[in-house]
């Protein structure tokens, strides 16, 4: 039975047979692509877990490889899109951010204590990567790269932290 009809079937073993036979191949086609070793890593995991998802669409009558580049070339180029995305609002984002240690600014102290107090609730790491993007002016890409993590880790600990301070701090209309 070909390794095709073996995916299509959910058949586990193939797909890690699969996976061992692809990965370096679609990891370098990725790099290549990318320039960026950890970013490249996540979207091969990406481009394994959507051939997974469509396994059951695979045909039979065209190479794996071929089918599994396509998906590769699909994940790399919807990856850029967002991308660039991000980059559009990002550019439209006033540059201004507040200063939390300048007592002039037009927060209230109460709201200033209240900042502080939950930053330093954080999680340690979570604390770090904010602190690293909020005070310091690091972009995530920045922080994957000095905190040896990946950009989407960045981001979703961004999100925890930024939903945690909301729900902490009242009237934070920059957050």
Do not use: C
């Not at 193939?14 to 679609?26: D, G, I, N, P, S």
């Not at 040896?148 to 934070?172: C, D, G, N, Y």
């Amino acid at each position: 039975m070909s390794l095709v009809k073996q995916l299509q079937q959910a058949d586990w073993n193939a797909f890690q047979e699969l996976y061992r036979q692809y990965h370096a191949k679609v990891y370098h086609f990725v790099v290549k692509h990318s320039n960026h070793s950890i970013q490249a890593e996540d979207l091969t995991h990406d481009i394994f877990l959507r051939l997974w998802e469509k396994r059951a669409t695979l045909s039979a009558e065209v190479p794996l490889e071929a089918q599994l580049f396509v998906i590769a070339r699909n994940v790399v180029i919807n990856h850029y899109k967002r991308e660039v995305l991000k980059q559009k609002v990002y550019n439209n984002l006033p540059i201004e951010k507040p200063d939390f240690n300048n007592p002039d600014d037009d927060l209230p102290s109460e709201t200033i204590t209240q900042l502080h107090t939950a930053i330093e609730a954080l999680p340690p790491k979570r604390r770090q990567i904010f602190k690293m993007s909020k005070l310091d002016g690091l972009t995530y890409e920045e922080i994957a790269q000095t905190l040896a993590i990946s950009k989407s880790t960045v981001e979703s600990q961004m999100v925890k932290a930024l939903k945690f301070l909301r729900e902490r701090v009242t009237h934070l209309p920059f957050f």
